[in-house]
């Protein structure tokens, strides 16, 4: 971890059973961040918190979160997002069934179900998910999360996570790589690279590249 911190890379922690012993190791090694929080991990104990316990209390790591509603359940996304706050990064666990048809398909050569955005396996057990990310935008917010922090949960803090300044944000110098939301959440128009590539009501096409 330290030979990857000290090239670059950002190093992320995630499906272990580590002990939190060993994770607070790790994040003195460089770990940054943590994989698919609550997700195949040492499940948080009083007694012995695991890798839970360190990413919800120490303030160095982002904590990966797939917000689609059905790999954590609500109370524990509203612990999490209630405890780290502006460390949270959503994450979908998409998969190439995102945006596909519902019912019986196969990725990767693995027969699977896909229903209300749940990938599941035919011994019945999650793999992966067919949601997007403006959909766990809106799930978090309708926990109670402020929507500019929902947001932000899902742009800013990924791209603090990478060092990258040029994404996450709106102002001089950054990517004009933009996602527009009405007021109910969902996508009306996207922009990569200063060009309107989405518009679903025909309004922003007239905007300047």
């Given at each position: 971890?330290?030979?990857?911190t000290?090239?670059?890379?950002v190093?992320?922690?995630?499906?272990?059973?580590a002990?939190?012993?060993?994770?607070?190791?790790?994040?003195?090694?460089?770990?940054?961040?943590?994989?698919?929080?609550?997700?195949?991990?040492?499940?948080?104990?009083?007694?012995?918190?695991?890798p839970?316990?360190?990413?919800?209390?120490d303030?160095?790591?982002?904590?990966?979160?797939?917000?689609?509603?059905v790999h954590?359940a609500?109370?524990?996304?509203r612990?999490?997002?209630?405890?780290?706050?502006g460390?949270?990064?959503l994450?979908?666990?998409?998969?190439?069934?995102?945006?596909?048809p519902?019912?019986?398909?196969?990725?990767?050569?693995?027969?699977?179900?896909?229903?209300?955005?749940?990938?599941?396996?035919?011994d019945?057990?999650?793999a992966g998910?067919?949601?997007?990310?403006d959909?766990?935008?809106r799930?978090?917010v309708?926990?109670?999360?402020?929507?500019?922090?929902?947001?932000?949960?899902?742009?800013?803090?990924?791209?603090?996570?990478l060092?990258?300044?040029?994404?996450?944000?709106?102002?001089?110098?950054?990517?004009?790589?933009?996602?527009?939301?009405d007021?109910?959440?969902e996508?009306?128009?996207?922009?990569?690279?200063?060009?309107?590539?989405?518009?679903?009501?025909?309004?922003?096409?007239?905007?300047?590249?």
């Amino acid at each position: 971890m330290r030979a990857l911190t000290a090239a670059g890379v950002v190093v992320s922690l995630g499906h272990t059973d580590a002990t939190a012993t060993e994770v607070r190791a790790a994040v003195d090694a460089g770990a940054r961040a943590v994989t698919h929080a609550w997700n195949a991990m040492r499940p948080l104990h009083h007694r012995e918190p695991g890798p839970l316990g360190v990413a919800l209390t120490d303030d160095r790591l982002t904590v990966g979160l797939i917000a689609d509603g059905v790999h954590v359940a609500d109370d524990v996304l509203r612990l999490t997002l209630d405890r780290a706050g502006g460390r949270v990064a959503l994450v979908t666990d998409a998969t190439a069934a995102s945006g596909g048809p519902e019912g019986t398909s196969s990725l990767a050569g693995v027969p699977v179900t896909v229903r209300a955005g749940e990938v599941r396996n035919a011994d019945g057990a999650l793999a992966g998910s067919a949601t997007t990310l403006d959909a766990c935008v809106r799930h978090v917010v309708g926990l109670g999360t402020p929507p500019a922090e929902a947001v932000a949960a899902a742009s800013r803090v990924p791209a603090r996570l990478l060092g990258d300044d040029t994404r996450g944000s709106l102002g001089a110098g950054a990517r004009a790589d933009l996602v527009l939301l009405d007021d109910e959440l969902e996508v009306r128009a996207v922009v990569i690279g200063g060009r309107v590539v989405v518009d679903h009501d025909g309004r922003f096409a007239a905007v300047p590249a």
